[in-house]
């Protein structure tokens, strides 16, 4: 029984990132194929299906957008700075 991690689910993911709003945040982005991203910005926007990060690059335009089960499958990883 000790083996078993206990498990997220969607209601978790949301609640966390509602308590990250408009604050800054590190951001991993599994691509696949032992690729990923990362990058820091600010969680600009919480909407019911998905949240939008706006990141610090000056030279990129616009925000990225995740969906709830990124964060709860593992593919994107979100973290307060």
């Not at 994107?76 to 700075?81: A, F, G, M, P, Y």
């Given at each position: 029984m000790g083996m078993i991690k206990p498990t997220k689910n969607i209601k978790d993911v949301k609640q966390m990132v509602r308590d990250y709003a408009d604050s800054r945040v590190a951001v991993r982005v599994n691509l696949g194929r032992n690729k990923s991203v990362s990058f820091s910005g600010v969680l600009s926007g919480i909407y019911p299906a998905l949240f939008t990060v706006r990141p610090d690059d000056k030279d990129y335009l616009g925000k990225t957008a995740y969906s709830y089960s990124d964060v709860l499958c593992g593919n994107?990883?979100?973290?307060?700075?």
């Open positions: 994107v990883k979100i973290k307060r700075l």
